[in-house]
Each structure stands twice: as C-alpha cells, then as structure tokens.
T-cell receptor, first 112, second 112 residues
Framework: QQQVKQSPQSLIVQKGGISIINCAYE??????FPWYQQFPGKGPALLIA?????SEKKEGRFTISFNKSAKQFSLHIMDSQPGDSATYFC???????????FGGGTRVLVKP | DGGITQSPKYLFRKEGQNVTLSCEQN?????MYWYRQDPGQGLRLIYY???????QKGDIAEGYSVSREKKESFPLTVTSAQKNPTAFYLC???????????FGSGTRLTVV
C-alpha cells in the first residue's frame, strides 16, 4: 500500500520555466511534509518542508503548496535552472515513530 | 563539519555471504534510519532506532539486522537470507520530529 503517491515520474522543462510536482497522501496522522532533492550517486538533501497548518511556504525559487482537505501537496520550482536537474522526493512523517514515508520520486530535467 | 559518514561507498558480496555497512554520525542525533533505494524508485525503510540499544523493523526488514550500541553508530548487516540485496543503501539521522533528516552519501551493494 503506497501511502504517499507522487506524480509525474519524470518531467522535462525549459530553462526559466516552472516545474510542478504533485503528491497525495492517505493517512491523516501525517503532520510534517518535507521535500528532498537527490543527485545521482548521492544521498537526498532536505529542500523545503511544511506543516499542515500552513497552506504555502516559499524559500527562494522553491514553493510548497498544501491542501489539507484534499490531502495533497505540491512543489513548484520557479525559474528552473539546469542545476536543478535531479530527482525530487516528497515525503510525509507521523509524530508517532517519526518515520519518513517517501513518494516514488520525480526525475526533473531542465534543458538549457 | 557535522554529518553522516557511510562506508564503504561500493561493496561487492558473494552469494551466501553476510556483509556489514557502516553508518557513523557526529550530529548528536538520537534517531537513525536505514533506507534501501532501487533504481528509479523511492526509498523504503529497513530499520530505525530512536535511542541507543533500541531499534524497530521498518517495512522491509527481512534479511537484514542492525545494532545500536552507541549513539553515533548504526551498522546494517545484509544477511544471506536477503534474496535480492543489490541496491543503494542510505543511512539517515534526525534530531527529532519536525526536523529534517540528514542523509549519508550511501553505499552501493552489488551481489557478484
């Protein structure tokens, strides 16, 4: 049972464009939603995170939008750059156990 | 600099062998985790430990074992019972709920 569903699996965007990745979750016990960026052969690195009492959070070119009633959240990468080409994972955490549950990942390619 | 060190970076295992992957952190984090990543897929939780001398099974614990004798160290043993061990293994730690996980650079295990 996949508790966090992520889409699309891959996307290609032109330099300067907007990359949008969507995630949906089922378990309402999740209360912390981080996004991770992973380059080939490296471990994931925390990009940005949000709690369900906030509808939007922005850090630089990265924005998370959160819809609690729909149990959905998304990552927007504004002004995408070739250096943003990586795999992005959404995740969700429950307070009990503090375990990260990951989505399946989205491979983003930014074309110059 | 604080961080997580995983070793070795590459590991080759013969059929029927047990191998141990090292994970050391100097972040003073209580919680540590082991994830498995298969090509083009998300991360799946193998084992986690919230405190020294205590650990719990994750979603795919069969064929793996861990120990947590020191706060800084959380080694993972891939036993001969793990039928498909070839994967990228990632260790992580966190200060607590609501804080991001810090990941190591991973160990790529290949069965030869």
């Amino acid at each position: 049972q996949q508790q966090v569903k992520q889409s699309p699996q891959s996307l290609i965007v032109q330099k300067g464009g907007i990359s949008i990745i969507n995630c949906a979750y089922e378990n309402t016990a999740f209360d912390y939603f981080p996004w991770y960026q992973q380059f080939p052969g490296k471990g994931p690195a925390l990009l940005i995170a949000i709690r369900p009492d906030v509808s939007e959070k922005k850090e630089g070119r990265f924005t998370i939008s959160f819809n609690k009633s729909a149990k959905q959240f998304s990552l927007h990468i504004m002004d995408s750059q070739p250096g943003d080409s990586a795999t992005y994972f959404c995740a969700a955490v429950k307070a009990a156990g503090n375990k990260l549950t990951f989505g399946g990942g989205t491979r983003v390619l930014v074309k110059p | 600099d604080g961080g997580i060190t995983q070793s070795p970076k590459y590991l080759f295992r013969k059929e029927g062998q047990n191998v141990t992957l090292s994970c050391e952190q100097n972040l003073n984090h209580d919680a540590m985790y082991w994830y498995r990543q298969d090509p083009g897929q998300g991360l799946r939780l193998i084992y986690y430990s919230q405190i020294v001398n205590d650990f719990q099974k994750g979603d795919i614990a069969e064929g793996y074992s861990v120990s947590r004798e020191k706060k800084e160290s959380f080694p993972l043993t891939v036993t001969s019972a793990q039928k498909n061990p070839t994967a990228f293994y990632l260790c992580a730690s966190t200060r607590g709920h609501g804080y991001g996980y810090t990941f190591g650079s991973g160990t790529r295990l290949t069965v030869v």
